[in-house]
C-alpha cells in the first residue's frame, strides 16, 4: 500500500504540475506568476494531499512527522546525496531566501509549543506564506528572477492534454494519499512504534523522492547548483502551506518527544546552510558524506529509541 500509494503520489502530483501550469498559461496568466504560485504548489501537492488525509485518518503525527522529516531530508539528504556524485555549488545571493527558511522554521517552532497545531495557529502559517509570496513578487518584479524556467510547460499543447493531465492528478492524489496514510498506520502498529516516526522516515523520504531524483540527476550534469534554492523554498512551503491548511482539517497534536528532538533537528540541519551560504563555498563531496552520515545517524536513532521504548 506504502509503494503503491507514493507512485500515486509522484506520477500525480507531476500530471498535476503539467496540466495546471498549461492551463494558466492559456488563460494568458504571466509566466512569473506561474512560477510562483501554481508550481510552487503544484509540487507541494503529495505532500499536502497525505497531511489533510492523515489529518481526516485520525492519524495527525504523521501529517506533522511528514513536514518535520521532509525538512530534515531535503537538508541532509537532498543535498547530501547529490555532494558525493558532484559539489553542490553554493550562491551568496541565496542569503535572504535563507534566513527567510529560518524565519518559518522559527515560527513553525514556536506554534509548536503551544503543544497543538489549531486552525487559528494554521491561519497565521497561511499568513505567513502570503508574506512570502509577496515578498518573492516583489523581487521577481524587480527584475532579480527574470529567467523562470516554467517546469512542465508544453507548447502547443491540446486542451484534450492539459483536461487529462488535470484528470489524473485530482484523482491520483487522493487516492495515493489514501494508501500511503493506510500502509504507513499499519507499518507503524506492526514495528510498535509511533505513527510521527513513520512520518518523519518513510513518509518523508518518500514524498522528498522528487527533489532528490531531480537533485541528483542535475549533479550527474555538473549542474546542481540550484538545489539549494529549491530546498530553501520546498522547506517554506512545507511549514507554513502544509500545516497551514492540514490543520483547518482538524487540530494536529505535537508529540512531546518531538518538541523535545525533532524540532531541534530540523532546525539545527536548517542552521548549517548558513554555514555554506555566508562563505559561498561549495558542498564537497566530504560535506556530502558528513551530510548523509548525520541523516543515517538521525533515522537510526528514531527508531532505536522509539522501539526500546514500546
Not at 518573492?136 to 499543447?157: H, K, P, S, W
Request: charged fraction near 10%; hydrophobic fraction near 60%.
Amino acid at each position: 500500500m506504502v509503494l503503491g500509494g507514493l507512485a500515486a503520489l509522484l506520477l500525480a502530483g507531476d500530471a498535476l504540475v503539467k496540466g495546471a501550469v498549461n492551463l494558466s498559461l492559456k488563460l494568458g496568466i504571466p509566466a512569473l506568476i506561474v512560477g510562483l504560485t501554481v508550481v510552487s504548489f503544484g509540487t507541494s501537492a503529495p505532500e499536502l494531499f497525505v497531511s489533510v488525509r492523515a489529518v481526516l485518518a485520525d492519524a495527525p503525527g504523521l501529517a506533522l512527522g511528514n513536514v518535520v522529516g521532509s525538512n530534515i531530508a531535503n537538508v541532509l539528504l537532498v543535498l547530501g546525496l547529490p555532494a558525493l556524485i558532484a559539489a553542490v555549488a553554493v550562491d551568496r545571493s541565496l542569503a535572504r531566501d535563507y534566513w527567510i527558511m529560518m524565519a518559518a522554521s522559527a515560527l513553525f517552532i514556536a506554534l509548536a509549543l503551544t503543544g497543538a497545531f489549531t486552525w487559528w495557529l494554521g491561519l497565521v502559517l497561511l499568513a505567513g506564506l502570503v508574506l512570502m509570496l509577496g515578498d518573492c513578487f516583489l523581487r521577481a518584479r524587480a527584475g532579480r528572477a527574470q529567467a523562470m524556467e516554467l517546469e512542465g510547460a508544453e507548447d502547443d499543447i491540446a486542451a484534450t492534454r492539459i483536461a487529462l493531465y488535470l484528470a489524473l492528478g485530482l484523482l491520483g492524489l487522493p487516492l495515493g494519499a489514501h494508501f500511503l496514510v493506510a500502509g504507513s498506520v499499519n507499518i507503524a502498529t506492526a514495528l510498535g512504534v509511533s505513527e510521527a516516526v513513520i512520518g518523519l522516515t518513510l513518509v518523508a523520504i518518500g514524498t522528498s523522492l522528487p527533489e532528490l531524483a531531480t537533485t541528483t540527476a542535475a549533479a550527474w550534469r555538473r549542474e546542481a547548483g540550484v538545489a539549494l534554492g529549491n530546498v530553501l523554498g520546498s522547506n517554506v512551503f512545507n511549514l507554513l502551506a502544509i500545516i497551514g491548511v492540514a490543520s483547518l482539517f482538524g487540530a494536529i497534536p505535537v508529540p512531546p518527544e518531538m518538541l523535545r528532538f525533532d524540532l531541534w533537528v530540523m532546525l539545527g540541519a536548517s542552521a548549517l546552510l548558513g554555514a555554506f551560504i555566508y562563505t559561498g563555498r561549495s558542498i564537497t563531496r566530504a560535506w556530502g558524506a558528513v551530510l548523509l552520515s548525520l541523516y543515517l545517524g538521525y533515522v537510526l536513532f528514531l527508531f532505536t529509541t522509539m522501539t526500546a521504548g514500546a
